[in-house]
């Protein structure tokens, strides 16, 4: 190879790797809010959102007291409601793929909607409810006492360890990995474990000197999520990288915490309480992100956030987007956070399009 093909090559890497900078090289932005408007007199609740910015939730209308909730996606600035299955009463989606295809649960009975169909999925017998959905299409959840997966809509029971009474799975990676939870025999506060399954094998996760724990989420790195809570009532969030534990970092000393969603950035939000007087009761509520084990409360680095109180996030995507709901001058309402680049990163994303600009000129005088 000659000099001039590889100074050639060598602009060019230069300019990917500056790209590559450009893109990751700060993890966590800077973002705008946008209010996801579902009209006068009433807001969204949002449960999760996918990688298109499609966000699935619950528009709730009329006046405190009467409220009407109607299970709903939002894309683009409109809503569009989810229907009852037939006999449904009381609908909550729960989990959305890449295709559009909602999960939840409606008057104990698992669906399915996509392309404005609801449809029931299979079930040994109530209640049932599904809870994720990943991008093939298998959905997971529950059928009473036993965590179940739908594959091309038929049920099957996942393995169920001996020394548990009941079982849920609760998510699912593109490689199949389902995460979930299980009770300990006993009333209704017996202990909680975390629980993954990878093929035909579970397992029960780490969780310390904790006293109830599940897991809510996994990442296409495998990476699961969920939280804990200690004998004195305590939460904290949590994340497990195979087998290994680690405790996500509180805001404050006086908060607990959950984790609800991470990407396959290993970007992770939830909810944080900073109690403010235990004996009452009473906490102040706010999203919080976590990049790695470092917590940030998200109302801190949102540029336009005059007005608002972000309290919990529910769901993040891979292009950093986030949603939750919060209070908007003093009312309810649901938020997405879009991630704001930096002005050095687009410094640098401009010198990488000049230098692979240039390598192109050169190529082409020579050609000619």
């Not at 996918?50 to 528009?59: K, M, P, R, S």
């Not at 709730?60 to 009407?68: E, R, Y």
């Not at 490689?175 to 474990?193: D, F, K, M, W, Y």
Request: glycine share 14%; hydrophobic share 40%; charged share 15%.
């Amino acid at each position: 190879m000659n000099r001039l093909a590889l100074a050639r090559l060598s602009r060019l890497g230069l300019a990917a790797s500056l790209v590559t900078f450009t893109l990751s090289a700060h993890a966590v932005s800077r973002y705008e809010v946008q209010l996801i408007d579902v009209g006068s007199n009433a807001y969204f609740t949002p449960q999760a959102l996918n990688d298109q910015g499609l966000i699935i939730g619950a528009v709730n209308s009329g006046q405190q007291g009467s409220t009407t909730r109607t299970a709903a996606v939002w894309s683009g600035g409109a809503w569009q409601a989810i229907p009852h299955v037939d006999g449904g009463f009381h609908i909550e989606p729960h989990g959305v793929n890449n295709a559009g295809q909602v999960v939840g649960s409606d008057g104990g009975q698992a669906f399915i909607w996509q392309a404005g169909s609801t449809q029931k999925l299979s079930a040994f017998g109530p209640p049932s409810g599904a809870r994720a959905i990943n991008d093939s299409g298998v959905a997971v959840g529950l059928d009473g006492s036993q965590a179940i997966q739908w594959t091309n809509g038929t049920a099957q029971a996942l393995q169920r360890p001996a020394h548990l009474s009941s079982v849920q799975a609760r998510g699912i990676n593109e490689s199949g990995v389902i995460v979930g939870v299980g009770r300990l025999p006993g009333p209704a506060e017996a202990p909680t474990v975390a629980l993954r399954w990878q093929g035909e094998q579970v397992s029960q996760l780490a969780q310390g000197d904790a006293v109830h724990a599940q897991a809510t989420a996994v990442n296409e790195a495998g990476t699961v999520i969920g939280h804990a809570q200690f004998a004195d009532g305590r939460e904290q969030a949590a994340r497990w990288d195979g087998d290994s534990l680690s405790w996500l970092a509180q805001l404050s000393p006086k908060a607990t915490s959950r984790a609800l969603g991470i990407n396959d950035a290993g970007l992770i939000v939830g909810q944080s309480k900073i109690w403010q007087d235990l004996a009452q009761g009473t906490f102040l509520s706010r999203a919080t992100l976590w990049e790695g084990t470092l917590a940030h409360d998200l109302s801190d680095w949102v540029d336009n956030g005059e007005g608002w109180t972000l309290s919990a996030a529910m769901g993040i995507n891979a292009s950093g987007q986030i949603v939750g709901v919060g209070l908007y001058q003093g009312k309810r309402a649901g938020f997405i956070l879009s991630p704001v680049p930096e002005p050095t990163s687009l410094w640098m994303l401009g010198i990488g399009i000049a230098v692979v600009g240039m390598a192109g000129r050169h190529r082409a005088s020579r050609q000619h």
